[in-house]
């Protein structure tokens, strides 16, 4: 059965489809939205969103327009795996030492993560060069973690408030170079721009998350920065972006900005725009 046969319920956004599924192996659920009319035989882009702490999973989709932006308009698979409940009833990624949920279980999020790829490829045809991660908090935790892994089927990511694999954590070993955008408030309170410990373990930074990723890329070691000037609605925004030879990496440090980015909402666009760009 393809995902086109199945019965698909309508979303928000008019020009698109959200058809339900649950992979096999693990029974859990997951979502895959798709433009009204996509052909499944052509090669495309997968984005995967991957949401924050106790958070529905649905709530970046919404945040970010990814209905509109990433779907319907560029013709990108959007697919939006769930976590599990923690022992506290939130759902929760397992994505590092330091981040997320309550209780002793330790679910293999990253091999849920694989496996619904997997499940999506049986339905659609996906560009193995086009396999993206966007996640906030501890989705954007569990997209470093996923990025990190050795079988290398990401491509590109987009961190939000989230943190790169720390001390406490196996080494980050990915098979091919990664693009990485990390985007984090410098007055984040929650997962603290300079880095920090939870309950759980420890984590870095902002600058040492890109800084891990800028080394394996084999960037240079010097970015280019620019500020963004103070428009309506928007922050002000830091960006240090380094040159690599087969990844673009980048850090977007909100001035002034907690752990709610919504200003970062009204630059969807161009986060979208930078996980296209890899190289």
């Known amino acids: 059965m393809t995902i086109a046969s199945l019965a698909l319920l309508p979303a928000c956004e008019s020009a698109v489809r959200s058809s339900a599924f649950v992979e096999p192996a693990t029974a859990r659920r997951y979502t895959v939205i798709a433009r009204e009319g996509h052909d499944f035989r052509l090669p495309s882009a997968a984005l995967f969103v991957l949401h924050p702490y106790a958070t529905d999973s649905s709530v970046l989709v919404r945040n970010y327009g990814l209905e509109g932006r990433a779907a319907a308009r560029r013709d990108w698979l959007v697919v939006v795996p769930e976590g599990t409940a923690d022992a506290g009833g939130q759902v929760a990624w397992n994505a590092s030492a330091a981040c997320c949920g309550q209780g002793a279980a330790r679910p293999d999020d990253v091999g849920y993560l694989r496996l619904v790829l997997e499940d999506v490829r049986r339905h659609a045809s996906i560009d193995p060069g086009r396999v993206y991660a966007m996640g906030e908090s501890n989705g954007g935790f569990l997209a470093h973690r996923w990025a990190c892994a050795a079988d290398g089927e990401l491509r590109a990511i987009v961190s939000i408030a989230g943190a790169a694999p720390g001390l406490d954590d196996p080494p980050c070993a990915p098979a091919r170079p990664v693009t990485v955008l990390q985007v984090h ?59 690599c030879p087969s990844a673009r990496v980048a850090l977007w440090t909100v001035e002034g900005g907690g752990h709610q980015l919504r200003s970062v909402r009204l630059r969807a666009e161009a986060m979208l725009d930078f996980l296209a760009g890899s190289p």
């Open 185 to 243: 408030g410098d007055q984040d309170e929650m997962v603290l721009y300079q880095g920090g410990r939870t309950a759980r373990g420890r984590y870095p930074g902002a600058r040492e998350s890109i800084e891990l990723w800028r080394a394996l890329d084999a960037c240079a070691a010097v970015p280019r920065t620019s500020r963004e000037t103070r428009l309506l609605f928007f922050a002000p925004l830091r960006v240090d972006s380094f040159s």
